[in-house]
């Protein structure tokens, strides 16, 4: 039997409440699927102020090293809220967390159901069939982390900020790979997102990604289209995209765009991957619901735990390579949706079940 080795760790607000059924759910897969969980939880977050003086305690991140892969509740809450910003519980246990395990790439899938295409803005006729995109977003370069970065004052007294955007060809390719990747496990469509009209960064990307495609995967379907026009045809007709492969801001800004067409940051996955390979071979990497700790919600019962679900089914297809499992924690979600049981962030003024019944109802439909 396979065993699989993560730390989790639930952080603040519904975090623990949804993170307790992730856990059963994995669990509940590993007998269907013959694989066994090791997991261990750790403090991080609000949590970690309060129990060991830090976002990140050192036993978690101690923890964190001696496993294949982390699942991630959320972090934060009114009450850190007014400590200074780099000890603010996200700040600092998400950057540590991503800078030491060197989390480069970030998968964040947009879907949409279509029994829930009316939590989306967009019109019926563009989101009623339902919504399907993973975009790939490099996490460690461009323009925010590039050296120079400063403020001055000027001898007119003005004052003038730098930022600088770097792309090295190695960042480049090792993000492609990771969208090839996951682009063979879906429809095998690539749109590469760039702003080559204008960005010396850009033209090196385009041209980096155009000849790693064709010498990994030529039958990937590759395009490339400039950034402002991405942000419109996401609006126009997400379908048209597969797979949205992105530098650092321009996956910030499209990510959160494709989460807001889809409706419910309850419903919401997503996935950051390391530079390192884990234990059994696969990347070492980070999941969480793309969703914050839901303060108003938090020790009521009734936070949609679908989000931690679909990211533990992240984890499985990615850190430790269990696609059929993977699927059929997104299978028992889709068809309790479909179903028509809804939590209260999902429900559009209906009837709404508790955290609980939804947990249940999912996990009986694990086959
Ligand atoms: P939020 O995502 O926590 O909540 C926004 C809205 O979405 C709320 O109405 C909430 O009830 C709802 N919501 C989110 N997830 C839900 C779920 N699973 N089920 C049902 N409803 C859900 O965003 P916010 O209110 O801006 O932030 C709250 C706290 O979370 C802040 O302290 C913020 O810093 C933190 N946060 C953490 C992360 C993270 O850990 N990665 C991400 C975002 C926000």
């Given at each position: 039997m396979k065993t699989i080795r993560f730390a989790n760790l639930p952080g603040d607000g519904i975090g623990p409440e949804v993170m307790s059924v992730a856990l059963n759910a994995l669990e509940k897969a590993g007998e269907v699927f013959n694989f066994e969980c090791i997991t261990t939880r750790h403090d991080v977050g609000g949590v970690g102020i309060d129990n060991?003086?830090?976002?990140?305690?050192d036993s978690t991140l101690e923890a964190c090293r001696s496993m294949d892969a982390i699942l991630f509740g959320s972090v934060g809450g009114?009450?850190?809220?007014?400590?200074p910003p780099k000890e603010q519980p996200e700040r600092a246990a998400l950057l540590p967390l991503r800078k030491e395990f060197e989390l480069f790439a970030n998968l964040r899938p947009g879907n949409l159901f279509p029994e829930l295409?009316?939590?989306?803005?967009?019109?019926q006729d563009v989101a009623g069939a339902g919504i399907d995109v993973l975009c790939v977003r490099e996490l460690t370069?461009?323009?925010?982390?590039?050296?120079?970065k400063s403020t001055r004052t000027l001898e007119d007294g003005q004052k003038e900020a730098i930022d600088t955007m770097i792309y090295r060809t190695t960042e480049i390719e090792r993000i492609t790979e990771v969208a090839v990747k996951a682009a063979s496990l879906r429809e095998k469509r690539i749109c590469s997102v760039d702003k080559a009209n204008v960005l010396e960064t850009s033209v090196l990307w385009r041209q980096t990604v155009s000849e790693l495609v064709k010498k990994l995967d030529p039958s990937i379907e590759l395009t490339h289209m400039y950034v402002d026009n991405a942000a419109m045809q996401l609006v126009r007709d997400?379908?048209?995209?597969?797979v949205l492969l992105t530098e650092n801001m321009f996956g910030d800004i499209l990510s959160d765009e494709l989460a807001v067409i889809c409706?419910?940051?309850?419903?919401l996955a997503s996935a950051s991957l390391g530079t390192g390979t884990n234990s059994q071979g696969f990347p070492y990497g980070l999941y969480e619901p793309?969703?914050?700790?839901?303060p108003d919600i938090?020790?009521?019962?009734?936070?949609?735990?679908c989000a931690q679900i679909l990211s533990s089914a992240l984890m499985l297809r990615y850190?430790?390579?269990l696609e059929d499992a993977a699927l059929a924690l997104e299978n028992a979600v889709k068809d309790t949706i479909r179903s028509g049981l809804r939590t209260g962030d999902i429900a559009m003024g209906g009837d709404s079940v508790s955290t609980h019944e939804m947990a249940s109802a999912i996990l009986s439909r694990i086959a």
């Open positions: 060991h003086g830090k976002a990140l305690p009114p009450k850190w809220e007014n400590l295409a009316d939590l989306s803005p967009l019109r370069g461009g323009i925010y982390f590039g050296q120079p997400p379908n048209q995209f597969d409706g419910s940051l309850g419903m793309a969703g914050g700790t839901a938090a020790g009521k019962g009734i936070a949609n735990p850190s430790f390579g």
